[in-house]
């Protein structure tokens, strides 16, 4: 019950903030790029994540118009994500994650990876620019856990 309750704030949080409603270009939009197809996917790069909270590599470069497929390794013993966005909405959504720590959520633009767990997460940028991501696991975007990817 309480998870529902939970899903449910969380839902009426993300229809009221406009930097996270669907249809906007900062969320799953033109501003951080699309979901790819795995048909289209140009290339593979290997993150992984870690219980020291970081990226490995934090810096990825791409060309605009490239499907990536990023195939995300955890080799912790913590759940850890990886989550594209702008700066600003990793800050809501890590703030969001803090309020409801149990909030389950499965979107184009991130994946979640249990610990010795791989994951992909397909992505097509559009637009030349800085896109960050971060994992957004209680605690862990404030203990530094994010990265950059620049599109050229």
Known sequence: MK??????????????????????ETHHGSAIGQPG??????????????????????????????????????????????????????????ELMRKFPTMVHADPNQVAVEPGQTGELIWQFTKTGKIDFACLQPGHFEAGMKGRVNVK
């Open 37 to 94: 197809k795995s048909a289209k996917v140009s290339r593979t790069i290997k993150v992984e994540m870690n219980d020291a909270m970081r990226f490995v590599p934090a810096n990825v470069t791409v060309k605009r118009g490239e499907t990536i497929r990023f195939l995300v390794t955890n080799s912790g013993r913590l759940k850890h994500e990886m989550v594209l966005g702008s700066g600003a909405e990793l800050m809501v959504h890590a």
């Open 3 to 24: 998870q529902i309750v939970q899903a449910t704030l969380f839902a009426l949080v993300l229809a009221s903030t406009p930097a996270l409603g669907h249809g906007d």
